[in-house]
């Protein structure tokens, strides 16, 4: 119900199309941040926390 109330309020401002490729371009946007994100955070954390493999130097 959330996205229908959003969509209905973003159409009174930007209009219907505008309203759907604003939703549309937001959550993109927000499914590339949190990919990069998520591989920067996976990049510290295992870095900083796991353990070095077996024979591996570093």
Request: proline share 3%.
């Amino acid at each position: 119900m959330n996205c229908f109330g959003a969509l209905m309020l973003g159409a009174g401002i930007y209009g219907i199309q505008g309203a759907v490729v604003l939703r549309i371009v937001d959550t993109v946007l927000g499914v590339a941040f949190g990919l990069v994100f998520a591989a920067v955070f996976h990049r510290l954390v295992a870095v900083r926390f796991l353990p070095l493999p077996e024979g591996a130097e570093g």
